[in-house]
């Protein structure tokens, strides 16, 4: 009971990150240890979490695209991987039908939301700010409120039965969603890529390519020389980048000297 309320409670903490300007605490690869540290093992929260964040680095909310929830997934699929004494490749697993699940959820109970959402309009025409910061709240609260009872339900419930699921699971399966999950970062990577690629940064694109893969460069060392690129490129060094232009008069044209 205790663990399925602290494990709810890290749920909570990643939806209230919403509230608080996105830091992007509700990451697998943030949340990932916290479940960790409440089960007791640390170190496979950390890893859990990590193989999670590559496996959900493409599901991101662009435009219309609603992705799956990758808070309760994450959590209760950490929970359920640490729990039952299993690595990655189980977390892995469970993380994208649980995280599909609550996905449904909470377009179900989104459907409801216009409901509340006329109040705001009603305090925004009468110029109330309070009021919609409090329908502000309001609908917060009520995503706390539903991952919070869905990963406590999940977890207390869920670890049983889960052993129960889990034994009756082919070997071969699992095995195989474990080679899948070592192709995942590869296509969260190309979801990412689809967003931002273009021909300015295609270049840059294979010259990584090359120093990783024909120069054995770690991917530190690219990062370093992407950082040292950036700084030249917008020459953050140059002291009098940010002083203003001055004007003299020289022969009696006018130009403009930067100093």
Do not use: C
Not at 80 to 91: H, R, T
Not at 119 to 132: E, F, L, M, T
């Amino acid at each position: 009971m205790v663990q399925a309320l602290l494990i709810a409670l890290v749920a909570a903490i990643g939806v209230m990150d919403y509230q608080m300007g996105t830091l992007y605490i509700f990451r697998p690869i943030v949340l990932g240890p916290l479940v960790g540290a409440v089960l007791g093992d640390f170190q496979q929260g950390v890893i859990i979490g990590a193989s999670l964040e590559l496996f959900f680095m493409g599901a991101v909310s662009v435009g219309a695209y609603i992705p799956p929830d990758t808070i309760v997934g994450g959590v209760l699929g950490t929970a359920f991987a640490i729990s039952l004494k299993k690595g990655p490749e189980v977390a892995v697993t469970l993380a994208m039908p649980i995280a599909l699940l609550s996905l449904a959820v909470g377009n179900f109970i989104d459907a409801f939301v216009p409901m509340i959402l006329k109040y705001a309009d009603k305090a925004a025409a009468k110029g109330n700010i309070k009021g919609i910061y409090f329908i502000h709240w309001i609908i917060g609260g009520l995503n706390v409120l539903r991952r919070f009872v869905l990963v406590f339900a999940g977890y207390y419930i869920g670890v049983d039965k889960m052993i129960v699921v889990l034994d009756a699971i082919p070997k071969v399966l699992i095995d195989g969603m474990g080679a899948a999950a070592g192709l995942l970062p590869a296509l969260g990577f190309a979801m990412l890529m689809r967003m931002i690629l273009n021909k300015q940064l295609v270049p840059f694109f294979f010259l990584g390519f090359v120093l990783a893969a024909y120069m054995k460069v770690p991917v530190l060392g690219i990062a370093i020389l992407g950082v040292i690129y950036v700084i030249v490129k917008f020459d953050f060094l140059n002291p009098n980048k940010n002083e203003p232009a001055i004007e003299t008069n020289v022969g009696g044209v006018l130009e403009d000297e930067d100093f």
